[in-house]
């Protein structure tokens, strides 16, 4: 039998994150300082770009835990406005959730320890809830990757957060509101596009090495449509975690704060470099696509024939949601007049004010939830534009996308809404009361009013 390989020397090392640094000698306890401050970044090459960070890098730090860790953050905000963390798709205690409407924003020089346990295991990432289309924009985002306790793929990791940036002619970046109501409208997409912070990284791999990507689309609008010809990918993870059995696609779409994990194997034979390609995912439905962008560098060195490992058929037992008490619960994505200007809404009401950055606190909740209910969700989408919906703190199943039946059973906490479409999931709401919102991530999007909020409360 042709021996086991590992993947090439170094093969990660223009793009591996960096862990953060855990505090605690406790193994089952992550605790991280986090500052947010300004920093000088060398995006592209050669030009120092001054941008919002966490603890100086972009992305932020890698937080690396397991399912069941304590996660303590101790955050600091160096910035010159009030900021939050939310813990995208983390099922958190409402009041560790980082939305306005269950903390006071940090103000600049103040301190918040965030101090959770991590219920389950996936692909998460962390970003300001506050001013949030302009913060991410400028930088404020970072990966927080939860494993099971016993890991059952056996791959080498590689964590790969998406994002764009919009610099000038001097390599800076335009202001959070460029555009004006043009950006907010169409969704801000940059003139950068990054992986781990950097434009077009190389990693290298082995044919018939598996490596086991985990992608973030962090990015604050674009849609990432990601192939790489010549190599089968196959899903095996999606927002929260690994889905029940894999499946093969022939290129991997994000919506803006989507996740997937992929099983990337080059074929045996397969030698060279293979430029990972960016499509245009035509977001706006113009039919006419852009050309592709390279987005990072695939770099296979054949070393001959390898054992390669194969993928269990199941890859987690998930047993599906029982819907049949499930009450139903239909919301609109649509658009709205608000003294003239035209805004984007849920169940026709804009919700504004979660950018003030002072007074977004305590907001009123739009929706009422019962703990112990399950809930099926139709979110109806009246409006020409996809929006990726965004429930904060449950995650759900998803039943079908327009019509369609979804192909795999997993856990979602975002999903993209297609133009004059709908999408059914199913949720159920344990016992974390609270004030919960939800929102179109593209997060211009939530800032012309795309929001709402939930409150779960105990019957
Ligand atoms: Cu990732 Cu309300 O956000
Ligand atoms: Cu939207």
Redo the contacts with the bound molecule.
């Keep these: 039998m042709p021996p086991k390989l590992a993947q090439p020397a170094d093969w990660d090392m223009d793009i591996r994150l960096p862990d953060a640094e855990d505090l605690n000698p406790d193994p089952n306890v992550l605790e991280v300082n986090i500052e947010a401050r300004e920093a000088e970044v060398e995006l592209v090459p050669g030009v120092k770009t001054r941008m919002w960070t966490y603890n100086g890098l972009i992305p932020g730090p890698l937080l690396r835990a397991k399912r069941g860790d304590r996660l303590i953050v101790h955050f600091t905000n160096q910035l010159p406005e009030p900021t939050t963390i ?1 813990w ?1 798709g983390v099922e958190v205690p409402a009041s560790m959730d980082g ?1 306005t409407a269950m903390q006071d924003p940090v103000r600049t020089g103040e301190t918040f320890t965030y101090d959770y346990i991590i219920p389950h295991s996936g692909t998460f ?1 962390y ?1 300001p ?1 506050i001013n ?1 289309s302009a913060q991410v924009g400028y930088g404020l985002y970072g990966p927080l990757i939860v494993n099971e306790p016993e890991e059952p793929i056996d791959a080498d990791e590689l964590v790969l957060v998406f994002s764009d940036v919009s610099l000038d002619e001097m390599g800076q970046l335009h202001p959070g509101d460029h555009l004006d109501w043009f950006g907010d409208y169409f969704g801000r997409e940059g003139s950068v596009q990054l992986i781990n912070g950097k434009v077009l990284p190389r990693v290298r791999a082995h044919p018939g090495v598996p490596q086991r990507w985990r992608v973030i689309n962090a990015s604050r609008a674009k849609l990432f449509q990601m192939a790489v010809p010549g190599v089968p990918l196959v899903r095996i993870g999606g927002d929260g975690g690994l889905i029940e059995h894999p499946l093969p696609i022939e290129s991997l779409t994000l919506a803006a ?1 989507e996740r997937a994990e992929l099983w990337v194997v080059a074929p045996p034979g397969t030698h060279g470099e293979i430029e990972v390609l960016s499509e245009d995912a035509d977001r706006f439905g113009l039919g006419v696509p852009e050309p592709p962008v390279a987005l990072m560098t695939l770099d296979v060195i054949d070393v001959g024939p390898v054992d390669t490992p194969s993928l269990p058929e199941q890859l987690r037992e998930l047993t599906p949601l029982d819907t049949s008490n499930a009450k139903l619960r239909r919301i609109e994505f649509g658009e709205v007049d608000v003294d003239g200007v035209g805004h984007l809404a849920i169940d026709g009401k804009a919700f504004l004010g979660d950018h003030s950055g002072e007074d977004g606190h305590h907001h009123e909740a739009t929706h009422v939830a019962y703990v112990g209910d399950t809930e099926i969700w139709e979110i109806v989408n009246t409006t020409d534009y996809q929006h990726p919906f ?1 429930l ?1 703190g449950f995650s759900f199943q998803v039943l079908e996308q327009s019509g369609v039946a979804w192909p795999v059973l997993e856990w979602k906490d975002t999903v993209n809404v297609m133009p004059q479409s709908s999408v059914k999931m199913v949720v159920d709401y344990d016992d974390r009361p609270g004030l919960w ?1 939800f ?1 179109c ?1 593209i997060l211009d999007h ?1 800032k012309l009013g795309m929001m709402a909020v939930l409150s779960v409360q105990r019957p």
């Design positions: 939310h995208h939305t990432w970003h809830h949030s704060s965004h904060h919102m929102h991530h939530a």
